[in-house]
């Protein structure tokens, strides 16, 4: 096999192993011994893009920030305000908008520093709160979103654009439910919930996908299945790295007792909860079913393997005292030397004699299989693994 054709059949192969990897990668780019609190820019980071929704019970203001300048504007006397930054690319505009909050540069750092597990953290005036958020893009891959809770305002900062909240944001506009009048607690409940439960679709897409993959592994185990189950199983494990501390933080965040959490919200975020021990059962009932998929693959080639072996077995058998007979016949004894000496060899049906003797041989053979139920049994397998016409 030529080195072009070998590297085009494991790129093949490892294609969906690699977009399983996304989920794995940790990506620091700070170097080691950078003072604590200091903001970079993750390199190849998109540019911001900054979304100003101020809301209250009777009306909802959004806009885009097209200048750093027009954040000194906003007015955080009244109502709720949620800002949403849509790319890391501008740590100086990061470092603003931090400033203007009052909020903690650890906190700061680790909103470009986008290798951070889930988690809930208590400042003086402020919640900070980070966890994954999964896309489905040639691949599973996961986004880190950091939002923040402040007595009036809610600042989410994400890698880029593209999210699963325009349904929060469509409820702020139409003033669909208590989303407006609840308050900024009630808002982060709405985005956490909403990230959380995106989970779900993802997980039922790779449902799906190994119930065909174990389809296939019972009907006819190929080895191309193999890289599939592989890459399966890699995406479920980094939706469990991703999901796993997440049930950690979600119950931190309503069991402990802060100010900018008001008791109505507790409930709520307690169900947000619930919907996170969900997802972790799924995750680790379809890890196992993956696992199981591969020692059933295993079993079933190895079936398989039994079972040509038996065929070629069965063939064996029949052949070897055929060719004993053909042996004896194909010895050389002259019998005009000794009446002893092969005197079928001067019968006028010495040949078709040898024939059939190895016909009957043969049939008695397979009628002894037959009884058996050796050739009976592969029959019935064979059936089994024929698709449907």
């Known amino acids: 096999m030529t080195d072009p054709i070998r590297t085009a059949i494991l790129d093949t192969i490892n294609r969906p192993l690699r977009r399983g990897a996304r989920l794995l990668r940790v990506r620091r780019h700070q170097r080691p011994g950078t003072a604590p609190g200091t903001v970079v820019a993750p390199p190849q980071a998109e540019k911001p893009e900054v979304t ?63 290798h951070q597990r889930a988690k809930v953290e208590s400042y003086e005036d402020h919640l900070y709160v980070v966890l994954k958020m999964v896309h489905v893009h040639e691949g599973l891959d996961a986004e880190q979103v950091s939002v923040f809770l402040g007595p009036r305002f809610v600042l989410s900062f994400q890698e880029r654009k593209g999210d699963c909240l325009e349904l929060v944001r469509d409820r702020l506009r139409k003033g669909k439910g208590r989303l407006r009048a609840a308050g900024a607690d009630y808002l982060v409940h709405a985005i956490l919930d909403a990230i959380v439960d995106h989970y779900f679709p993802v997980l039922e897409a790779l449902g799906e996908k190994l119930e065909l993959l174990e ?41 402990d007792e802060s100010p900018l959490i008001t008791a109505p919200t507790r409930p709520y975020l307690r169900d947000c909860y619930d919907h996170t021990v969900q997802l972790i059962d799924v995750i680790e009932t379809y890890r196992e079913l993956t696992s199981g998929l591969l020692e059933i693959y295993l079993s079933s080639l190895g079936q398989k393997n039994n079972e040509v072996m038996k065929v070629l077995t069965i063939i064996a058998t029949i052949f070897i005292p055929l060719s004993f ?65």
Not at 70 to 94: F, K
Request: glycine content about 8%; proline content about 7%; overall charge neutral.
């Open 325 to 389: 007979i053909a042996g004896v016949y194909g010895m050389n004894f002259n019998p005009t030397r000794s009446p002893w000496n092969m005197p079928e060899l001067e019968w006028t049906f010495g040949y078709p004699f040898a024939l059939l003797l190895m016909l009957v041989v043969a049939l008695g053979l397979v009628g002894f299989f037959v009884r058996k139920g050796w050739l009976g049994e592969a029959r019935r397998r064979h059936r089994r693994r024929a698709p449907p016409a």
């Open 215 to 255: 389809d296939e592994v019972l009907r006819d185990p190929n080895p191309s299945v193999v890289p599939q189950i592989h890459a399966v199983r890699r995406e479920l494990l980094g939706l469990r790295r991703a999901a796993w501390p997440l049930r950690e933080a979600m119950g931190s965040l309503y069991r």
């Open 52 to 114: 100003v929704f101020h809301f209250d019970e009777v009306e909802c203001q959004e806009r885009r920030i097209q200048e750093p300048n027009e954040l000194a504007a906003l007015d955080l006397s009244r109502g709720t305000t949620w800002l949403n930054v849509d790319g890391l690319g501008d740590a100086e505009l990061i470092e603003r908008i931090g400033a203007q909050f009052g909020l903690h540069r650890l906190a700061l750092e680790d909103v470009v520093g986008t």
